[in-house]
């Protein structure tokens, strides 16, 4: 049985791009914060009040 050809080399961002906390909360600020969300139809917030809870990026807002 014959190997597959080697896969084409790839560039990928160094590591502590994917494990710093403060250039996760940058990320979070820059891409997350800066607009709405959808959280569910307006048919689910029947009373004045009724709140849904979501989690993204590990913040639960």
């Known amino acids: ?3 597959p050809p080697p ?4 560039h990928t961002l160094p590591s502590r791009y994917y494990l710093d906390p403060d250039i996760l909360e940058r990320e979070k ?5 800066r607009h709405w969300h959808y959280a569910g ?10 709140i849904s809870a ?5 913040v639960l807002r």
């Open 7 to 10: 896969a084409p080399s790839s």
């Open 41 to 50: 139809h307006i048919n689910q917030f029947t009373n004045s009040g009724d």
């Open 1 to 3: 049985m014959e190997s």
């Open 29 to 33: 600020t820059a891409i997350l914060y």
């Open 54 to 58: 979501h989690q993204y990026s590990r």
